[in-house]
Structures are given as C-alpha cells and as structure tokens.
C-alpha cells in the first residue's frame, strides 16, 4: 500500500511539475504582450528610463515559479525511476527512522521439545533428532495428552514467536500458537514445543 502511495504520489509531483512549467511560459508571454500593447497605445517620443519596479518583479517571479517547476518535475521523476534502495537513503538521509533489523536465531540457544500426538510409536524421538541435527538444544521427550491430533502445532513460550517460527520452518510445520497449560506440564523450562500430529507419523 505504502508504495502505491509513492508511485502515485510521484505522478501527481510530475504532473505537477510539467503545469507549473507551463504555466510559467505563459505567464511570461502575456506580460511582454501587455507591454507591447501599452507602448503601442500611446505613442510618445522615446524616453530612455530604467525598467519599472512591476516589471522586475514579473521577470523575478516567473524565473522563481519556472525554477520551482523544474525541481518538482525533477523530484517526480527520481520518484519514479527510483528503486528501494533509493528512497531507503533518502530517507536515511532526511532522518526518518529505520526499520528494526530483528537478529537472526541462533539453534543453540533454543530448547525444544517434542510432545507425540499420535499412537505412532517413536515420532517424538524422530523429529527431536531432525531437530537436534539442525542444531537445536534438545529437550523433553514425552505423550501428549491428546493422541489423536491430526495436525502438528509448534507452541511458543511469551516472547519467542521467532524461536517458533524457526523451529516449524525446520520442520514445515505451518501451525503455531502460545504454549498451553497442559504442554507446559510435560515439557519444564523449554521455551518451543513440538506436538506432532498425524501429518508427521510416517
């Protein structure tokens, strides 16, 4: 949504700039013809004076209008042609506040364990293994309250939402929720749960 804002945004800035342009043109045109047409209306012998101070300031402004012109049509289409790397150091530029990088999870610092939600004998142990071979800290190993679960579910103890989501990426387990009381019961201070469901028996 936000780059739709942008593009549109930097449309209506080319737009803009290319009236204002325009404008600008016509302006100057008229008022040489309006002074034209005043030197013609009173014919008068030639008096060499200075440029009157309405004049200079009709010259002054159109330059000041055409030069603002010029940098909004400019403005427009960096806007346009610009990628997202662009407008980041523009922003960063400007001062505009960054997006938080979040750090990357390390497997080691995370303690999973595996909860059979099946009859399948030794799924737990399995998928404990397939974690522990990716690198993760192994935890408890037990049966779930539930032994007809039909799909798995990583749970997440408060704040490890992206431990979670790491954990069921490994896996390709898409189901995830906060840790229940009953898992809590079973598995002690491990911040993931896995509860395998049938989806995982082989």
């Known amino acids: 949504m936000l780059e739709l804002v942008q593009e549109i945004g930097a449309a209506a800035g080319v737009a803009a700039g290319v009236g204002v342009a325009l ?5 100057v045109s008229q008022a040489r ?12 012998e030639p008096v060499i004076s200075p440029p009157r101070r309405s004049d200079t300031r009709i010259g002054t402004r159109a330059v000041v209008v055409a030069l603002v012109g010029l940098l909004v049509l400019a403005y427009g289409v960096t806007q346009l042609v610009g990628d997202d790397s662009n407008r980041a150091q523009v922003n960063d530029d400007i001062g505009l506040p960054k997006k938080p990088k979040r750090a990357a999870v390390k497997p080691g610092t995370v303690t999973v364990a595996v909860l059979n939600g099946t009859t399948v004998p030794g ?8 974690l522990a071979a990716a690198g993760f800290k192994e935890g408890t190993i037990d049966t779930y309250s539930d032994q007809q679960l039909a799909t798995s579910v990583v749970q997440y103890a408060p704040g490890r939402q992206a431990e979670a989501k790491a954990v069921s990426r490994n896996l390709g387990i898409t189901e995830r929720e906060p840790v229940s009381t009953d898992s809590r019961a079973l598995v002690g201070d491990a911040t993931v749960i896995v509860i395998a469901g049938a989806d995982k028996a082989p």
């Open 33 to 44: 013809e309006v002074k034209r047409l005043r030197e013609c209306a009173v014919p008068q």
């Open 23 to 27: 404008l600008s043109a016509l302006h």
């Open 123 to 130: 799924l737990a142990a399995a998928l404990r293994d397939e």
